[in-house]
């Protein structure tokens, strides 16, 4: 039987790997297009995310950490260019209409995520 701190910390887990995917899947969207810059941000924090996990290692809280930041930031970056775009519209229709309430509901998402690993951290990993 699996004790309360073992599936805390299975579902601290769980959310970082899922915090990846809309990452990865937009950075495989772009990849055809010329740009993998999209790709090459998840990869570059998760890569030594997993390593790290792996092997038990007390370094992953500061990359978990790093993934919190990089988060918050993206999320804030784009409610910040949502809000300017409210006040002053650009001419391409096609940028109008991704700036949706879906669009501030996962940015919200991604805030709430953020600030999860950063406060859960030490909490979840100090255990190694």
Do not use: C
């Not at 002053?88 to 949706?100: G, N, S």
């Amino acid at each position: 039987m699996l004790r309360h701190a073992e599936i805390s910390d299975w579902g601290f887990y769980t959310l970082l790997g899922l915090s990846f995917f809309p990452f990865l899947i937009r950075g495989f969207i772009y990849l055809p297009l010329g740009s993998y810059l999209p790709l090459a941000v998840p990869v570059i924090l998760g890569i030594p995310i997993v390593y790290f996990a792996a092997k038990q290692s007390r370094q992953l809280s500061g990359f978990v950490k790093l993934w919190a930041a990089f988060l918050l930031l993206y999320a804030a970056a784009r409610l910040i260019l949502g809000l300017a775009l409210q006040y002053e519209p650009v001419a391409e229709a096609y940028i109008a209409d991704q700036i949706t309430y879906g669009f501030t509901l996962t940015n919200f998402g991604y805030i709430a995520a953020g600030l999860y690993f950063w406060r859960n951290v030490q909490k979840r990993i100090n255990h190694f």
